[in-house]
Structures are given as C-alpha cells and as structure tokens.
C-alpha cells in the first residue's frame, strides 16, 4: 500500500506543471491562438520566479514574478500574432528560443554560471509517502495546480467569458457580428496562457530551489500533446497530464531498479506521448478557426 501511494504522491508532484501549461494552453487555443509557446512560457516563468525568490527572499515574490515573466512572453506573442498577424507558430518558436537564449543568458550575467543559480527560497514539500499530504500542506501549488483543470473547465463552459474564448476559436466573424471584440479576447485568453503556463515553470525552480538550463525540459510540448491528446477538452487534457505524469513516475522508479538500460527507461514518457497522438491522427478536431487570424 505505501508503494502505491508513494507512486500517486510523486505522479501528482510531477503533473502539476504539465496541469498549469495544459489549462493556460487550453484557454488560448480555444481563443484561435496556437499554443507552441508553452515551453518558452514554462522556462520564463521558472526563470523569472527564481530571481525574485533570490533577491526577496520569500517564495510568494517569486511565483508572482514568475507569472509576471510568463505574462511578459504572452503578450510579446500576442502583440506579434494579434496585431501583426504574424504565422502563430513561427512566432511560436521564436518565443521558445527567445525564453532559451534570455535564461541563458541573464543566468550568466546573475549567477556567473551557464548551468544553474544559487539556491533560493522556495516550497518544500516531503517525498515520502506522506508527501500526497505534505505536499498539500506546505507547497500551496500543488493544491492549486490540482484544481486549475475544474477551474478553467468552469471558466469556459460556465462563465459570458469562455463563451466569448470558445466564439471566436470557432466562429470570429460570427463573433463580432454580436459585439464581441475577438482581439481583445484573445489577447486576454494569451495573458493568461502565459500567466498558467509560467505557474508551472515557477513550481519547477521553487521545488527545486533553484534554476537550471533548459528545466522546463520539454514540459510545455508534452502539455501541448495533452491538449491535443483531451481534445482541446481542459478536463481531458488533464487526465491526458496525469496519464504522461504517471509514465513519468514510472520511468523514474524503474531507473531506481537498474532492470533495463536506462536509455530505453528515459524514452517512456515521450514514446508514449508520440503513441498517444499517433492514435488520434484524424480524429482530433481542433477549434475551426485555431491558427487563423
């Protein structure tokens, strides 16, 4: 039994990033806005959380700049995809080398060091099997994290503004016949995509008290695939985080074994991830007008 909680313990620990890029992704592709800039959002967000957690001292300081920087990327993306209508993913891409290329290097200029900062102050949380609980109790973002899926399910099926997101993903001009701004509202579901997704990179640097190059690791395209994986769903997507998070787990667990190399072991996550998107090839219908100005 304590086996099978230490497991689910670490599976939500480890899915709480992917939960918070998810649910920020889900809300600008529905918006029309394509989400290739999770990853980027991801690593500004933990590079940002990081600096104001070394010069404050205090955690709090830090997720609140780590969602600042996070909000800094979406709207460089917005602005240039919005009101230039530049190609959704090349910006996409030049977000994500642009959020490499400036933790890189500030991170040499702060810390004089291209690998990692120093330690900074941040949420602890134990990883025992205890840590399901621990966690909940000293690490206020894994709570949070757990419960961003209901709360952006029921703030795009519930509320006069996901209405006016799922509008103008699917139908724009039929959306601002009736009044509704479709930039205006895209330029908000974006914000907050970068606000949600840097939360998850902030977890990442405040768990580990620091920030190393590159952490994001891939995180923010694996939550891309959970979006695609749920269907642009946010309560699929986010079981879609749990499944790759639990694969996750395991990789690590049977690293810990030594019962097969572990180059095959590091490849678990990321295979499944290209088994499950290869199983939806042509049934998985995004919003109509995703990509389109």
Same mark, same amino acid.
């Given at each position: 039994?304590?086996?099978?909680?230490?497991?689910?313990?670490?599976?939500?620990?480890?899915?709480?990033?992917?939960?918070?890029?998810?649910?920020?992704?889900?809300?600008?592709?529905?918006?029309?806005?394509?989400?290739?800039?999770?990853?980027?959002?991801?690593?500004?967000?933990?590079?940002?959380?990081?600096?104001?957690?070394?010069?404050?001292?205090? @955690?709090?300081?830090?997720?609140?700049?780590?969602?600042?920087?996070?909000?800094?990327?979406?709207?460089?993306?917005?602005?240039?995809?919005?009101?230039?209508?530049?190609?959704?993913?090349?910006?996409?891409?030049?977000?994500?080398?642009?959020?490499?290329?400036?933790?890189?290097?500030?991170?040499?200029?702060?810390?004089?060091?291209?690998?990692?900062? %120093?330690?900074?102050?941040?949420?602890?949380?134990?990883?025992?099997?205890?840590?399901?609980?621990?966690?909940?109790?000293?690490?206020?973002?894994?709570?949070?994290?757990?419960?961003?899926?209901?709360?952006?399910?029921?703030?795009?099926?519930?509320?006069?503004?996901?209405?006016?997101?799922?509008?103008?993903?699917?139908? @724009?001009?039929?959306?601002?016949?009736?009044?509704?701004?479709?930039?205006?509202?895209?330029?908000?579901?974006?914000?907050?995509?970068?606000?949600?997704?840097?939360?998850?990179?902030?977890?990442?640097?405040?768990?580990?008290?620091?920030?190393?190059?590159? *952490?994001?690791?891939?995180?923010?395209?694996?939550?891309?695939?959970?979006?695609?994986?749920?269907?642009?769903?946010?309560?699929?997507?986010?079981?879609?985080?749990?499944?790759?998070?639990?694969?996750?787990?395991?990789?690590?667990?049977?690293?810990? *074994?030594?019962?097969?190399?572990?180059?095959?072991?590091? *490849?678990? @996550?990321?295979?499944?991830?290209?088994?499950?998107?290869?199983?939806?090839?042509?049934?998985? *219908?995004? @919003?109509?007008? %995703?990509?389109?100005?």
């Amino acid at each position: 039994m304590s086996l099978a909680l230490a497991f689910l313990a670490q599976t939500l620990r480890i899915a709480v990033p992917y939960l918070f890029a998810a649910a920020g992704g889900v809300l600008a592709e529905r918006a029309g806005i394509i989400s290739l800039t999770l990853e980027g959002f991801m690593l500004g967000g933990a590079f940002s959380a990081m600096l104001g957690s070394y010069w404050s001292g205090s @955690p709090w300081i830090g997720a609140l700049c780590g969602i600042a920087g996070g909000v800094a990327l979406a709207l460089l993306h917005a602005v240039s995809t919005i009101r230039f209508k530049a190609d959704q993913v090349v910006s996409g891409i030049a977000i994500n080398l642009l959020a490499v290329g400036l933790t890189r290097y500030f991170l040499k200029l702060v810390f004089d060091s291209s690998s990692n900062s %120093l330690r900074v102050a941040g949420f602890s949380a134990g990883t025992s099997t205890g840590s399901l609980i621990g966690g909940l109790l000293h690490n206020p973002l894994i709570p949070f994290g757990l419960l961003i899926i209901p709360v952006v399910a029921w703030l795009l099926y519930r509320t006069p503004f996901g209405l006016r997101v799922r509008a103008v993903g699917e139908h @724009p001009e039929a959306a601002t016949t009736v009044g509704v701004s479709v930039k205006r509202v895209r330029y908000v579901a974006v914000a907050l995509s970068g606000a949600l997704a840097a939360l998850g990179g902030a977890y990442l640097a405040l768990d580990q008290h620091q920030f190393t190059d590159g *952490m994001s690791a891939g995180r923010g395209f694996i939550a891309l695939a959970a979006i695609i994986f749920g269907r642009w769903d946010p309560v699929r997507a986010g079981i879609a985080c749990l499944f790759f998070a639990a694969a996750e787990t395991l990789q690590i667990q049977l690293q810990g *074994m030594q019962a097969i190399p572990s180059q095959f072991v590091q *490849m678990i @996550p990321y295979v499944l991830t290209i088994v499950a998107l290869v199983g939806l090839v042509g049934r998985a *219908m995004p @919003p109509a007008a %995703l990509g389109r100005e």
